[in-house]
C-alpha cells in the first residue's frame, strides 16, 4: 500500500483509540439482532400513546444485550420519536441516557433512535443505504437491528440507528465544535438576505433549519454566509468559493447515493431530511445524510424512480441552488457523473449487493415472522415480506418494486444517462504530510484522461516553481472512489529551505489544466521557529461595544506581544481554543510583529474580512487559548480562563509578566488599569485537563477568580469518588494540580471514562471528562 496511505491509516488508528469513550462499534455491530427490553410505568406507556405528538420523556430501566453487550441501565428517558411514524400503528422510539443522568453516555452514545420502518416491507431499505454510505467513506449513521420488548411485550423488529449529535461529530471530524443544523422541510437554501436572522423561520413548530449544537449561542452566521455564496456568486468564481468553503466531494457522493437509491425524501427533490455541519478548524460546510426510509422504489407520487434523471432529479418547484451550482459547473457535474459510475460499477449492482442482502434477509426473518405490529400499518404479510425482496416485478401500495428488481433497473437506467462535458480536470482531494520529505497524496480526474499530475513547488520567496511529477497509484478494488483516483508525489527533503508553498496541477490530454487549490498556495515548514518570548497578553472574549475590527464589528479579539529583541515572523503559527486540536488555525504568511510590539487577531470565524480573523470565536463561559510552533505540536504560550464579562479584558500587567487581571481593554497598546469595576467580574471559573486522552498523567488546570475553599475529586462513571486531589483555600488566578492515574490508596485505577469535579466554597460545581488509556 502507499506510504502515504499507511501512515494515514496508522494515524486514523490512533485517532479511534483516542476518542473518548467510543466504543460505539459494539452497540451497532450488525451481525446479529440486538435484545432491548424496556420496562415502563404501565400508565406512562398508555399516556405516550394517546399524546402521540408529545416529546415528554418518561423514566425507564433498558436491558440491552447482543454480541458484545449485556447490560441494565435504569433512569433512562424513553419517548416517540418521528412524523408520521406517531399515529402508526408501529411507532419509533427514542431512548435517551444523558436526561435523567446529567453526562452520561452509552457505550459512546447518550441516544438510541429506534425506527419501526413501518413504511417497508423488506425492513431493510435504510440498512442497505447507510452500508452503502459506509462502504464509501461518507461520514454517516451507523445502523443494527434490534428486537424490542416493552414491558415484555414483543414490539417489533426495529432499526437501531445513530443519532447524529454532538457525540457523532466528535468520532467523525477532527473539529467537533461547530454549528450542526438538522436541515427540516422546505430547507432549499434560498437566499432570504444577509441578515442571519432570517434563517431561524419556523414551519409546523420547529425550525427549518434546526441547530442542534451551541444553542444557547444560537449563531446561524455561518449558515447565511453559505447561503449567500450558493446563490450570490458568480458562476465564474463559483468553483473558487466552493472549494474554500464546502466538502465539494462530500456533496457529489450524497446527490450520486441519493440518485441511485431513489432517496427523493432529501435535499435534491423533498428539500428536507440531511444535516449541515460547519467545521471551524478547516472552514468547511460538510452534508450528513439522514433518513433512508423512502428508498428503493417507495413512492407516493406516482413517479417512476428506477428511470429518474439523473442530472435534473429535483421537484419542479423553486430551486435547490446547493445542487443546481453543482450541476450547472462543467467541472463537477462531470465529477458527479464520474462517482455515479464508479459507484454503479463497484458498489450499487446487485453482483455487489445481493450476498449481503439474502444474508441480512436471513438473519431477520424470525423476528419479522413474529413481529404483529408491522402489519397493522399496511396489511404487510409475511408474503410481502419476502416478495418485497424480488428481482422480479413486485408492486403493493406504495412499494413499485422489488428491491433486487429495482438495483437492477436503476442501475441500468443511469448507465444509459451518463454524459461527460467538456471541462477541464478536477482535483477533489488532497493529503500530505511530512517525514524529512514531503509525501503528498491527491485524488484527480478527468473523463479526457490525464496526461499528467505535478506538484509546483515554491521555495520560499521564489517565483518560479520547481515540478516534482506524481504518478498514479490506484488502490485496486476499493469502494473509496478517492483511492480509484489517487496520485503520489514527493517534495525531497528540504534541509536548506526554511519553508516554501505548494499546489497540484493536473493536465488531461487535450491540454487543459486546473491546479489545486485554486485559490492559494498549501504553506510547508521543515522546523519550529525559536520564538520563546512570544506570548498571549490580552484577550477579550465578550466585546460588546468597546474596539471594532475594520469592518465596524465589535469581535472577539486576542492580542500577542513580542517583549524579545528582534522582530518575530509569526508566518505558520498555529492559534487554537482547543488543547485537542493544536494545528486549528494558521497565522497567514508575511505576518511579522515587531519588537516590543502587538498584534491583535480576530476571533470571529469572519476568516472572509481579513487575514487575521480566525476560525473560532472565544467562549465568554471560559476556554483554552493557545500558541503553537510549525510542527503544531509545541506549545509556544497558553491561558486558560474562566467567565468574562463585557467589555472587560483579560491579561497580563505589566506587558509579558505572569501576573493576570482583568482589565479595561487596551489592544495593541501597554496594559494599564484594572477593570473599572470588579463587582461586574462573574466569580466563575474554566476548567480543562490537558492531555487528554492521557497515560500516565494529566494536568487539571482551572482559573477562580477571588480567593475560594476549592475541592478537586475524581470519579469514575458511576458516581464513585475515586480520589480528592484538593480540599483548600486558594487565591484567586490560575491552577493547575496533576492527577496520575491513582486512587486514594495509591492503586493504579483502571483504563476507561473519568469525572473531575471542581467545587467552589461548597456553592458551585463544574464537572469534566477525562480518558485515562494503557
Known sequence: MLKLKIYLCVLMLIMLIQLIGDDSNLLFDDSSVALIEITVDADDLIWMYDNVWSDSLHLTEVHFSNQNIDEIVSDVGFRLRGNTSRISYKKSFKLSFNDFFSGREFYGVDKINLNGEHNDPSIIRSKLCWDIYQQIGMKSSREAYAAVYINEMYFGLYANIEHIDDEFLEKNFADASGNLWKCNYLARLNYLGDDPELYKFYNNNSRVYELRTNEEEDDYGELARLIDVLNNTSSGVIADSLEKIVDV?????????????????????????????????????????????????????????????????????????????????????????????????????????????DDIKDMITPWAEIDFFRTYDYGFTMDDFHDSYSADSYVNQHIKNGLKEFINLRNASVVEQLEYLDAPP????????????????????????????????????NTEPVLYPMSYEPVIGTKLVEEADNWQGIIPSLEDVEYGYFQVRATDVNGQSQVYPRTHRILVQTGILDVEDLVINEFLAVNDSSYADEAGEFDDWLELYNPGAENIDLSGLFLTDNPENLDKWQIPSETIIEVGGYLIFWCDEDQEQGTLHTNFKLSSGGETIIITNLDASTVIDSISFGTQTADISFGRSPDGSDSWMFLTPTPSAENIGTASDEDEILEKVSLNNYPNPFNPETMITFTINQESQIDLSIYNIRGQKIITLNDSKMKSGTHSISWNGRDAANRNVSSGLYLYKLSIDDKETITNKCLLLK
Do not use: C
Request: net charge negative.
Open 426 to 461: 478536477v482535483i477533489y482531494e488532497l493529503d500530505h504530510y511530512r517525514e524529512g520529505s514531503i509525501y503528498v497524496d491527491v485524488s484527480a480526474f478527468s473523463n479526457a484522461g490525464l496526461a499528467d499530475v505535478n506538484i509546483e513547488f515554491y521555495a520560499e520567496d
Open 249 to 357: 466531494a462530500g456533496v457529489l457522493k450524497y446527490f450520486a447515493i441519493d440518485v441511485l437509491t431513489g432517496s427523493w425524501d432529501d435535499y435534491w427533490y423533498g428539500k428536507n431530511n440531511y444535516y449541515i455541519y460547519h467545521e471551524p478548524t478547516a472552514d468547511k460546510f460538510h452534508i450528513i445524510p439522514y433518513d433512508y426510509d423512502n428508498t428503493f422504489g417507495v413512492d407516493w407520487m406516482g413517479i417512476d424512480w428506477t428511470e429518474r434523471d439523473i442530472y435534473q432529479f429535483r421537484h419542479p418547484d423553486a430551486g435547490r441552488p446547493l445542487a443546481d451550482v453543482f450541476m450547472e459547473n462543467d467541472q463537477y457535474s462531470n465529477l458527479y457523473t464520474h462517482f455515479l459510475e464508479f459507484y454503479s460499477d463497484e458498489v450499487f449492482n446487485l453482483p455487489v449487493l445481493e450476498d449481503r442482502i
